[in-house]
């Protein structure tokens, strides 16, 4: 298993598999965002046939697995299915999504 250290998010991860600490698949890595602190996943469809895609924010990676192809994290799938939408240019929504993972890291 070829691990690396979760300290730079790039293109190369678009594909890979999120996996939450529970094991689950969360959804693929569909890009990563232009400040490069968190990665778009596609979490499934809404009841009207949208695709979601929400954001996993940096802070919440706890391993990628080059082997593999998945990017481990430390929130569930269903607490990053809730995150809060990202706007690629707005910073106020990147720092919301930022927070957001920070809380659940708190006991």
């Known amino acids: 298993m070829d691990q690396t250290e979760p300290t730079e998010l790039t293109g190369v991860l ?6 939450d600490r529970e094991g689950e ?5 569909t890009m990563v965002n232009l400040a490069r602190t968190c990665v778009i996943v596609s979490t499934g ?12 924010h940096v802070s919440s ?17 269903e607490q ?3 995150a809060p939408a990202l706007h690629e240019l707005d910073d106020a929504s990147e720092a919301a999504v ?3 993972y920070d809380g659940l890291a708190e006991p």
């Open 14 to 19: 678009v594909g890979f598999e999120v996996v």
């Open 25 to 29: 698949k969360v959804g693929p890595v």
């Open 45 to 56: 469809r809404s009841r009207f046939g949208r695709k979601l895609d929400r954001p996993v």
């Open 61 to 77: 990676v706890t391993g990628i697995d080059l082997d593999r192809f998945t990017i481990n994290v430390a929130a569930t799938k």
């Open 80 to 82: 990053s299915a809730q």
């Open 98 to 100: 930022g927070g957001y």
